[in-house]
């Protein structure tokens, strides 16, 4: 089976590039530790209900 695409509406795909730098996510949470939020985080806040 053979699909084609219509030109009209896409591009073709363009020449892959050289990676030039590696992209390095800072918003991840691996790095903190399990407790974090049970020994720094205020007494108040530790709990809080979403419902």
């Given at each position: 089976?053979?699909?084609?695409?219509?030109?009209?509406?896409?591009?073709?795909?363009p020449?892959?590039?050289?990676?030039?730098?590696?992209v390095?996510?800072?918003?991840?949470?691996?790095?903190?530790p399990?407790?974090?939020?049970?020994?720094?985080m205020?007494?108040?806040l530790?709990?809080?209900?979403?419902?």
């Amino acid at each position: 089976m053979t699909t084609s695409l219509d030109s009209d509406l896409f591009l073709p795909d363009p020449n892959p590039a050289d990676i030039r730098y590696t992209v390095i996510s800072v918003d991840d949470h691996v790095v903190e530790p399990p407790h974090l939020f049970q020994e720094y985080m205020q007494p108040n806040l530790r709990t809080l209900d979403r419902s």
